[in-house]
């Protein structure tokens, strides 16, 4: 019972609430290419196709092994880019928060089978490009933006020539990572759901295999 809630829990706290999703498209990396930074304009972005709510292709189940081609996906303003595997696609979210400039998000999902319970967990990683009109620093924009009581493994990261603040928050039901970025009047953050540190529903090897492939799509992650 305690694990039905907790996956419950989970699901809604990190599916991602918009009245519409557009689905781009992408360009493949060659797997050498795997360790190496997205390059600017090294993806291909065609006009948006609106896609209607709730008709997103899905993400391709369980972690991605170790041969999946990755891709590299530039923001269409060429803002920044970042690297994901091929088991899923970038989605831009037409969110209207305050503040918020765009948001784009790659979904993934993954089964799980207990003594008890099955099912799947779906969470996303999200860029999320905020308006700074007052040019705040990086980790001044995470401590007025997070609950400083939930935080853990706070610190300063470097993120190509840019100064970042990379951090860790409890929502009480699961650790979510968050990278932040600032540059002139804007704020580049990177969120996922911590699913590796989920040590109930998987096991160590998927929970290995979740740290890396999150760990280089933070990794690859750059300001153009």
Not at 180 to 198: K, W
Not at 200 to 220: E, P, Q, R, V
Request: glycine fraction near 6%; include cysteine.
């Amino acid at each position: 019972m305690k694990q039905g809630i907790f996956l419950i829990s989970l699901i809604l706290a990190v599916v991602i609430i918009g009245s519409s999703i557009t689905w781009l498209q992408e360009q493949s990396l060659p797997s050498a290419a795997k360790g190496e930074k997205a390059a600017s304009g090294s993806s291909a972005i065609s006009s948006p196709v609106p896609a209607e709510p709730g008709s997103m292709v899905p993400a391709a189940d369980g972690c991605p092994k170790s041969g999946v081609k990755w891709k590299a996906y530039t923001a269409p303003n060429h803002e920044f880019a970042i690297q994901y595997p091929g088991t899923t696609h970038p989605e831009i979210s037409l969110d209207t928060q305050t503040a918020l400039l765009s948001r784009t998000i790659f979904q993934f999902v993954q089964p799980f089978q207990t003594d008890s319970n099955n099912g799947s967990l779906r969470f996303s990683v999200q860029i999320s490009v905020w308006r700074n009109p007052r040019q705040i620093t990086a980790e001044a924009w995470a401590k007025q933006n997070t609950n400083q009581q939930l935080i853990s493994d706070a610190r300063q990261i470097q993120v190509g020539t840019f100064d970042g603040y990379i951090l860790r928050e409890t929502n009480q039901i699961a650790w979510v990572v968050h990278l932040f970025v600032a540059r002139s009047d804007r704020i580049y953050e990177v969120t996922y759901t911590d699913i590796a540190s989920n040590d109930t529903l998987i096991s160590d090897a998927t929970a290995a295999c979740w740290k890396a492939t999150l760990g280089h799509m933070i990794d690859s992650f750059r300001l153009q």
